[in-house]
């Protein structure tokens, strides 16, 4: 690349030196100045906080499904989205219930909230905060230096003047500018979704006493238990059992053969021994 090309390089990374580079030789303190920069260009008051709360509601299982439409049918009247839903029903011995994970504008929270409330009864309400200020103000900062530096390379390409070599060069360099731009532009874009909106998750859940009727519920509840106990001994034992035969079939006939050499050798042995017969010589 000619002289001329590299003093033009040489400007166009000055004048995004004095923020967010590609490269930093400090990137701690590079994020740091950027971060101080824009913060001062935006003043102090300005936070960016990221807020999560967790409701768990108790209602009875006939109200369940019920229940579970309401809120997400709410969540389509208000300035709210619906990031993922389920709803489990019952199955044997498994208790049914419902999850929503939701996004709403902090304007329309307590709307949601009190609609919530009357679904059935808020056993448990857990409150999440987190300030993301300084990753936003850094990212934007290396947005903007990023796109800066991206026209000065465009710029560079319509020059009359340019070589072969200097515009494959320059091209490289703005296509990995590029590049990274995107990338810190939709990080940006994940931050606003999670500062601008209250993220909210909705569980369901019945109690056992409510599903089943009381009192007679839990009875029933301690009958069906000690059943489900006696049928996996039951299942342990005609394992127990069906693991034992393979070896049934080598021990007995292995005991029975030794009985019978032991039989055997201890009717020899009480068996009375003949006296040797003598001879006389005449």
Known sequence: MNRKFDVLILTALVSVATGCSLKPAAPVAGRLGNAMMVEAAMGPSQRYIAERHKLEVITSESEL????????????????????????????????SGVISLRVAPNDFKKLLASVEKLGSIAQHITERQDKTTVVVDTEAKIKNLTSFRDNLRAMLGKPSAKVTDLVEIQKQLTDTQSELDSETAQRKILANETEKIAVEISFRVERNRANGGGFGQIWNALRESGSILADSTASLIMTIVAVIPWLILIVPTVWIMAKVL??????????VSPPSSTTSI
Do not use: H, M, N, Y
């Open 263 to 272: 039989r055997i050798l201890k009717l020899r042995r009480s068996r009375p």
């Open 65 to 96: 499904q019920k229940s579970w439409e309401s809120a997400v049918a709410f969540c389509g009247t208000i300035q709210c989205e619906v990031v993922s839903s389920s709803i489990t029903t019952r199955v044997g011995d498994s208790i049914p």
